[in-house]
């Protein structure tokens, strides 16, 4: 069990590749068909209906979110029962969190090229690595404990979903600062690992990081709601894909937080 949690440990001080498709893309990314001045190139005599593709948009995004989090749940699944497999992932936990990091950059790439298909296969690919690396969970906290911080993660974030959607303030600003802020703790999650290994300053960071997950779902959503309106037939997958990566990076982020804080260890 020892050798468990130490690898938990080193997960928990690593998972900060959860939060770079978020925040380095959301700061300067050109979405599919749009221009260098904000301006989409779609042609106003398309004969989709705006409001009905941004409609779909919005609900292709959250459905690809949904089928993204069943696809890691069984790959955690898999993971956990395959004794080879789990072992191999723990001998090379490491080379996974690198191909990750990789699969997110190739994914964010295809976005841009507006090509959804392969950012979808790449989407997929990070849930599957990302599935097998959260399997170690099961032998840290007890599973009652992490469906239930699961219902809560969910809940929370249905929330600020709705939220998100629904209010008539606009979340910019806020969305900008939350981005820097998660840059910050991102930084000193890092030398908290490297240097300090401070149990205090990791639980901090944790309840920092809820705070500003449950901030940035609202965020996300609101911007997907913007977007969406803009959406043309040529790149409305691409966006889906793009805003579906971003909607389940906060889940699992506000997830693993809230784990961090709330699960019971077999311990």
Same mark, same amino acid.
């Given at each position: 069990?020892?050798? !468990?949690?130490? %690898? ?5 001080q ?5 939060? %770079? ?8 990314? #050109? ?12 042609? &106003? ?6 409001? %009905? ?7 292709? #995004?959250?459905?690809?979110m ?8 069984? #790959?955690? !699944? &898999?993971? +956990?029962?395959? %004794?080879? $497999? ?7 936990v490491?080379?996974?969190? &690198?191909?990750e990091?990789?699969?997110? &950059? ?16 790449? /989407? ?6 990302t599935?097998?690396?959260?399997s ?5 906290? =007890?599973? *009652? ?28 600003? /806020? ?6 802020? +998660?840059?910050? $703790?991102?930084?000193?999650? /890092? ?10 300053? *990791? $639980? ?7 705070? +500003? ?12 709601? @913007? ?16 805003f579906? $990566? =971003?909607? !389940?990076?906060?889940? +699992? ?12 260890? @077999?311990?």
């Amino acid at each position: 069990m020892a050798n !468990y949690n130490d %690898e938990y440990n080193q997960f928990n001080q690593d998972n900060m590749q959860y939060s %770079e498709f978020g925040s380095n893309d959301s700061m300067n990314y #050109s979405y599919p068909g749009q221009g260098s001045s904000g301006a989409y190139s779609g042609s &106003i005599y398309d004969s989709v209906d705006r409001a %009905e593709l941004a409609t779909n948009t919005i609900a292709k #995004s959250f459905m690809i979110m949904v089928v993204a989090l069943v696809v890691t749940a069984v #790959s955690a !699944y &898999i993971t +956990l029962i395959n %004794e080879s $497999m789990f072992k191999a992932m723990l001998d090379n936990v490491l080379m996974l969190f &690198i191909l990750e990091f990789a699969v997110v &950059i190739g994914a964010s790439y295809s976005i841009k090229k507006n090509k959804a298909i392969v950012a979808g296969i790449l /989407f997929a690919a990070y849930c599957i690595i990302t599935g097998m690396t959260l399997s170690v969970l099961f032998f840290v906290y =007890e599973i *009652g404990s992490i469906q239930q911080v699961f219902v809560l993660a969910a809940v929370v974030f249905a929330v600020m979903a709705v939220y998100g959607f629904t209010t008539k303030r606009d979340l910019t600003s /806020f969305g900008a600062i939350a981005i820097m802020a +998660l840059i910050g $703790m991102l930084v000193v999650t /890092f030398f908290n690992a490297l240097i300090f290994h401070s149990t205090g300053v *990791g $639980m901090m960071m944790n309840y920092i990081g809820v705070l +500003l997950f449950v901030g940035l779902t609202a965020y996300d959503v609101q911007k997907l709601k @913007k977007h969406s309106l803009q959406a043309t037939a040529g790149n409305a997958n691409s966006l889906a894909v793009y805003f579906a $990566m =971003e909607l !389940y990076l906060d889940l +699992l982020n506000l997830f693993l937080r809230l784990l961090a804080i709330m699960g019971k260890s @077999k311990n």
